[in-house]
């Protein structure tokens, strides 16, 4: 990666709708040469894709809260099956294998408070792996869509 390839990650982390057009000009790319180094971010999941940010409430989704999920057993196939399924569940929003007291953070979306407590049961307190859950509610979320960048135009670290 070079300067130009960081200022594309700069300016798509701004704005992923940004026109090859648009966007080449900012960086001072023949708009075929922009396409081209975008496809090769792709190929190499430095980018991994462009979503739209939904208000969860837009859809029905009053409640987010995070469920903290300590497992009895700390195999690496047990911690991989687990993490594989609990992204699978339609609420979830975020998976997180922390350390620490517990292994698991999980960020749900869900209509209500017994649709909170009802996933809860029906999905973690029932599985044997499930050691302990603790679920905290979340009354505001923001997130920062750009990346600090620590890397130098020569590839090293700062």
Known sequence: MD???FDLIEHLQNDGRISNKSLAAKVGLAP???F??????????????????????ALGL???AIYFIGLSQHSRELVESFQLEI????????VF????????????????????????LDY???????????TVLIFEHSR???????????????
């Not at 992204?87 to 975020?94: G, K, L, M, N, T």
């Not at 920062?144 to 700062?158: A, H, Q, Y």
């Open 3 to 5: 300067r130009i390839d």
């Open 32 to 34: 075929s040469s922009c």
């Open 36 to 57: 081209e180094r975008v496809k090769q971010l792709r190929a190499s999941n430095i980018i991994n894709g462009v979503h739209a940010d939904i208000q969860p409430r």
């Open 62 to 64: 009053e409640v987010e």
């Open 87 to 94: 992204e699978s569940i339609p609420e979830v929003r975020s």
């Open 97 to 120: 294998l922390v350390s620490g007291q517990y292994d698991f953070l999980v960020h749900v979306a869900v209509k209500d408070t017994d649709h909170l407590r009802n996933l809860a």
């Open 124 to 134: 973690f307190t029932t599985r044997t792996e499930v050691s302990r859950i603790e």
């Open 144 to 158: 920062k869509f750009i990346l600090p960048n620590f890397v130098t135009d020569d590839g090293e670290t700062c």
